[in-house]
């Protein structure tokens, strides 16, 4: 998210430096696509690298003199304590949802103190942007963004791709490109197949993690060896690998506006997701694909059939448009910087 806004708003004119954490070999300053990359490396434990984050943007700003700093994430936020330039934040993430719900007057205090550090409160769903406190910051809801030149693909590459998995030509093909955990709500999708009516789909699914085993034995039970299970991809491969497939399945219970539903959509794929988070603001019900209810093995089965009987290559043209209109990186850069201009003095 960071490189694409930043690299956005690099070809509108404007000038970005992106601080991040020092890994591996990498330079501790470069250049990557117009921007100035600063990385800190870590040298003491966690609960201290949020202070050397702190102290190296202190030196940095006489440097390169910014408008405004957009911390992106809550680890950053905790330790920030520069109160003469406007702060726009980013909340990626369901953590602090969580950190809300276990409740406890100390933890509420807490959050509350750093959010009302910030000037420009954003997310990419609505349900990340509830606070069920007052903060002082306007809240706006902006979505993630994708590249859509990028899934552009030739029926060369579909028939490349699909060889290489061992998939028929006109084999009914979904794709999934998630880390399996328990929020990302795959394990629904493998109870689902045995509830579906058009059983000759074959599942691709990307991605690892705690719950694989779980995901592959149920995939394997209800639907024998119609899923492949490729495990962690770079993301150049995984761009590929959209061009074999016929939909996307978004099983989560929680999401801000999916990355892997972007991509999809960018591949001209329709899509099956649930009701949460930023997912219904992707996908237009009948019309690019169909929403369900979250944790609802049924209801996802039946949605997939009632995808199945539309037509996908038109749903699949409806989520390309969305992106290029809606989605696409410079839309998302030109409703963050006018949001930047609430807060710029």
Not at 251 to 266: F, K, N, R, V, W
């Amino acid at each position: 998210h960071v490189f694409e806004l930043g690299k956005a708003y690099v070809e509108l004119g404007h000038t970005v430096a992106v601080v991040t954490r020092h890994r591996g070999t990498e330079p501790i300053q470069s250049m990557q696509s117009g921007m100035a990359i600063y990385r800190v490396a870590l040298k003491y434990i966690s609960f201290i690298y949020g202070l050397q984050i702190r102290s190296f943007v202190k030196k940095l700003i006489p440097q390169i003199q910014p408008d405004l700093i957009h911390i992106h994430g809550m680890g950053p936020l905790e330790w920030y304590n520069i109160n003469y330039l406007p702060l726009a934040y980013t909340n990626h993430t369901s953590g602090y949802l969580k950190r809300i719900k276990k409740g406890g007057f100390r933890r509420m205090a807490m959050l509350k103190r750093h959010f009302n550090k910030v000037d420009l409160f954003l997310a990419p769903s609505e349900e990340l942007l509830q606070v069920p406190f007052d903060i002082k910051a306007p809240k706006y809801f902006i979505a993630n963004g994708v590249d859509a030149a990028k899934f552009i693909f030739s029926n060369e590459t579909r028939a490349e791709i699909r060889q290489e998995l061992g998939l028929e030509k006109d084999e009914i093909v979904a794709i999934l490109t998630r880390r399996l955990v328990d929020k990302n709500g795959v394990i629904y999708l493998a109870r689902a197949t045995q509830f579906l009516r058009n059983k000759a789909i074959t599942f691709v699914v990307i991605g690892d993690g705690p719950e694989r085993k779980e995901v592959e034995d149920t995939f394997k039970k209800n639907c024998g060896e119609r899923a492949i299970f490729l495990g962690n991809k770079t993301h150049d491969e995984i761009v590929e690998y959209y061009s074999a497939a016929d939909f996307s399945v978004l099983p989560s219970l929680l999401e801000a506006t999916s990355i892997s539903g972007l991509e999809a959509m960018a591949a001209s794929l329709p899509l099956v997701g649930t009701r949460v988070g930023g997912i219904p603001e992707l996908i237009l019900h009948g019309e690019n694909g169909f929403l369900c209810n979250p944790a609802d093995p049924e209801d996802l089965a039946q949605k997939i059939d009632a995808l199945l009987d539309s037509d996908l290559r038109a749903f699949g043209r409806k989520s390309r448009r969305l992106v290029e209109e809606q989605f696409d990186w410079p839309n998302i850069a030109d409703k963050t910087l006018k949001a930047y201009k609430q807060i710029l003095h």
